[in-house]
């Protein structure tokens, strides 16, 4: 089995800062990609950044600039610092990532259980 388990969220106010963090653990070969996506109610869930295994990024428009996805291989976790947070930030986090769990095995989907990020004033 693979679990991802997010940590991070709270309530911010407007302009502040968060740093989420999510970390795979279980019987895991090999973590391609990962990824944070988010769901505010009423919405789907969308894409807000991703990494690939070696590093390359790319994110939502909507946080180019203000947000910063990072992974750590040795630790098979994935970082999201969160600056300038907007009202329009509220939601649901959940980590993404695909793993292999053994050599020449397919990558699956895994997804974390959600964190609550609230930006209010």
């Known amino acids: 089995q693979v679990q991802l388990v997010e940590s991070g969220g709270g309530l911010v106010q407007p302009g502040g800062s968060l740093r989420l963090s999510c970390a795979a653990s279980?019987?895991?070969?090999?973590?391609?990609?990962m990824a944070w996506y988010r769901q505010a109610p009423g919405k789907q869930r969308e894409l807000v950044a991703a990494v690939s295994r070696f590093g390359s990024t790319n994110y939502a428009d909507s946080v180019k600039g203000r947000f910063t996805i990072s992974r750590d291989n040795a630790k098979n976790t994935v970082y999201l610092q969160m600056n300038s947070l907007e009202f329009e930030d509220t939601a649901v986090y959940y980590c993404?990532?695909?793993?292999?769990?053994?050599?020449?095995?397919?990558?699956?989907?895994?997804w974390g259980q959600g964190t609550q990020v609230t930006v209010s004033s």
């Open positions: 993404n990532a695909g793993i292999s769990q053994w050599i020449g095995g397919p990558s699956n989907d895994y």
């Open positions: 279980g019987r895991i070969f090999s973590i391609y990609g």
